[in-house]
T-cell receptor, first 117, second 111 residues
Framework: GAVVSQHPSWVICKSGTSVKIECRSL??????MFWYRQFPKQSLMLMAT?????????EQGVEKDKFLINHASLTLSTLTVTSAHPEDSSFYIC?????????????FGPGTRLTVL | GEDVEQSLFLSVREGDSSVINCTYT??????LYWYKQEPGAGLQLLTY?????DMKQDQRLTVLLNKKDKHLSLRIADTQTGDSAIYFC???????????FGGGTRLMVKP
């Protein structure tokens, strides 16, 4: 299947700093990528839908100024957690939609674990 | 909004069958998925089923869908210790669209 990578896989930062997480589709183009957040022992919650060349669509309750999404190319979407605080510590997972196949399947990245001290 | 629910925990002995259940509320759900998440890792798609199907089998995995009751199950035959993980069901009203996930079922396989 198609491969989606995330970088970094693990990041620890101080409170108040900004952290950028990259999501790349390695062998296919993705006009649409999704960002999910997973708290410990909980399910994944959709944060936003990232659209190449246009603004992201955020889910209710997700602050767009706090979680900046940039989908500048067909293979890369970035999520920047601005002025991170300990409550932002979480596992962030992206997925990318492969529109070349008949199933329009989503492929998930391995996730990025963010710990804010 | 959409709601997907799963039981939290299942424990089985190695070699037994595991059945993980999921219920959903969105009647427009078209695609229903099962994902596996191992500790500290991302999601691995195990299988999916279209809403116009009632069963799908793929090697040790059997998915049953009762659309009337909005009930989905995943059966793992001959469960192995390597099957220990969290299993998420998810639904979407269109392939490639956003997914709504259940809370996950932690499967523990005892030797």
């Amino acid at each position: 299947g198609a491969v989606v990578s995330q970088h970094p896989s693990w990041v620890i930062c101080k409170s108040g700093t900004s952290v950028k997480i990259e999501c790349r589709s390695l062998d296919f183009q993705a006009t649409t990528m999704f960002w999910y957040r997973q708290f410990p022992k909980q399910s994944l919650m959709l944060m936003a839908t990232s659209n190449e060349g246009s603004k992201a669509t955020y889910e209710q309750g997700v602050e767009k100024d706090k979680f900046l999404i940039n989908h500048a190319s067909l293979t890369l979407s970035t999520l920047t957690v601005t002025s991170a605080h300990p409550e932002d510590s979480s596992f962030y997972i992206c997925s990318a939609r492969d529109e070349s196949g008949s199933d329009n399947e989503q492929f998930f990245g391995p996730g990025t674990r963010l710990t804010v001290l | 909004g959409e709601d997907v629910e799963q039981s939290l925990f299942l424990s089985v002995r190695e070699g037994d069958s595991s059945v993980i259940n999921c219920t959903y509320t969105d009647s427009s759900s078209t695609y229903l998925y099962w994902y596996k998440q191992e500790p500290g890792a991302g999601l691995q798609l195990l299988t999916y089923i279209f809403s116009n199907m009632d069963m799908k089998q793929d090697q040790r995995l059997t998915v049953l869908l009762n659309k009337k009751d909005k009930h989905l199950s995943l059966r793992i035959a001959d469960t192995q210790t390597g099957d220990s993980a969290i299993y998420f069901c998810a639904e979407s009203n269109n392939a490639g669209n956003m997914l709504t996930f259940g809370g996950g079922t932690r499967l523990m396989v005892k030797p």
